[in-house]
């Protein structure tokens, strides 16, 4: 996993490069028409549809992942170079932040600014209205979805994959292990990246998806919520103006961070925004426009001021760093584990 966390973090995802969700996105498609097709407009034939969507992709996921696994303990030469590719292909560190600094490299201030180019590259990594935006709020998208994509794209697998490696070190490893429980997570995530709109027929279709990613993702986000005050207080700005109030302590971030976020629509998306914009020192949130319509999103860190290239920044190296401690932390937890489990059986 470490190996996967530093592949990731040199190459990213390769241009080119068949990609594990890539083959997911392919199969819900697929399924979507089929369910479609079958169910028309019945809301309860598209609920069902959906699950089943659900269960086939989820599930399939999880046994090609286990099915490297295998490979990676009966031929190891064959298995571990796959089982690595697949750990790094299930984590998006890099490839979050190369999408993030192209918008950054168009926006005023950089060599060859374009405000156009700034805001069509916006538009591939959110899902509001880009056209009108300003540097001022594209800049405010770019740490959204900086620290929202983080826990989506990067904490949760990585969560799994370390779940996962415990049950390796607590039972023996004919259960599923990180590849099989990330794999699992990244359909989900995919799911609900695909079918999780509340319009036409994915009001129905893609309830069963979208609440299975809620729910796999409600604990890594509130570990990165807990974790992210651990690594040092936010910048605050000089004298007694705006930004003065906002450097709590770790527990009264973590404690306000739950608090902020949950006044947000999805259970995940505010929390781990908050956590964020605590823990950089900037204030995000405001009204988003998608599709034309007009949605005011939950105001984090008033106090704060509002998003720079600096602020940008912070996010994405506040995630490194978090990566890097999540995996510190977890080697003697794990090594503890496999001494337990050695221990209890005799090993």
Known sequence: MVAACLLDRLLGDPRGCLHPVQVMGGAISALRRLSEQWAADRPWALRLGGAGITMAVVGVSGLAGWGVERLAWASPPLGLPLLLLGLASALAGRSLEQAVREVLLALPGAPDPSLEIARQRLSWIVGRDVHDLDPPEILRALAETASENAVDGLFAPL?????????????????????????????????????????????????????????????????????????????????????????????????????????????????????????????????????????????????????????????????????????????????????????????
């Open 159 to 347: 969560f799994w994959m370390l779940a996962g490696a415990a049950l390796w070190c607590l039972w023996p490893p004919l259960l599923p292990g990180p590849l099989a429980l990330a794999w699992m997570f990244k359909a989900a995530s995919t799911l609900d990246s695909m079918l999780g709109y509340r319009r036409g027929r994915l009001r129905w279709l893609g309830t069963a998806g979208a609440r299975l990613d809620d729910a796999l993702t409600w604990l890594p986000c509130r570990l990165v919520a807990l974790s992210l005050p651990l690594l040092g207080s936010p910048p605050r700005p000089a004298g007694s103006g705006p930004g003065a109030g906002c450097r709590p302590g770790p527990w009264s971030r973590f404690q306000r961070a739950l608090r902020e976020g949950a006044a947000d629509p999805s259970p995940n998306a505010g929390v781990s925004q908050a956590a964020y914009a605590l823990a950089a020192g900037v204030r995000l949130g405001g009204v988003n426009r998608y599709g034309g319509d007009e949605r005011a999103k939950p105001v984090l860190m008033n106090a704060c001021p509002g998003a720079d290239r600096a602020a940008v920044e912070r996010i994405l190296a506040l995630s490194r760093r978090l990566e890097l401690a999540w995996l510190l932390a977890a080697l003697p937890l794990l090594l503890a584990a496999a001494t337990f489990s050695g221990r209890a059986t005799g090993g």
